[in-house]
């Protein structure tokens, strides 16, 4: 097989050649492929980071506006933070 492929290629590209480019056009889409999961994992990031700053003003709010939302104990307080900023309940103990 391989003498049969290089009859056909030999005259127009070496075999070291073509395994290069071969080599070459694997490492670019892999390259490729890790700056698109790099960037969409960033903006997913920078997403819940803006819904945690907002949920944060609207604790604070609540804090200053309703009096029985500050009387509440923490674990409740951190519980309302949790939810409201979409994230798990487990870590308010």
């Not at 073509?18 to 920078?46: C, E, N, P, Q, T």
């Not at 604070?60 to 307080?77: Q, V, Y």
Request: charge should be positive; aromatic fraction near 12%.
């Amino acid at each position: 097989m391989w003498s049969a492929f290089s009859r056909f290629v030999g005259p127009f590209i070496s075999p070291y050649l073509l395994i290069g480019i071969i080599a070459g056009a694997a490492i670019l889409f892999g390259w490729h492929k890790f700056a698109v999961y790099s960037a969409f994992r960033d903006g997913v990031a920078s997403e819940q980071t803006k819904a945690r700053i907002e949920a944060g003003k609207r604790i604070i709010e609540m804090e200053k506006n309703n009096a029985g939302f500050s009387k509440l104990p923490a674990r409740d307080r951190c519980i309302a933070f949790m939810r409201d900023s979409g994230l798990s309940i487990d870590n308010c103990k």
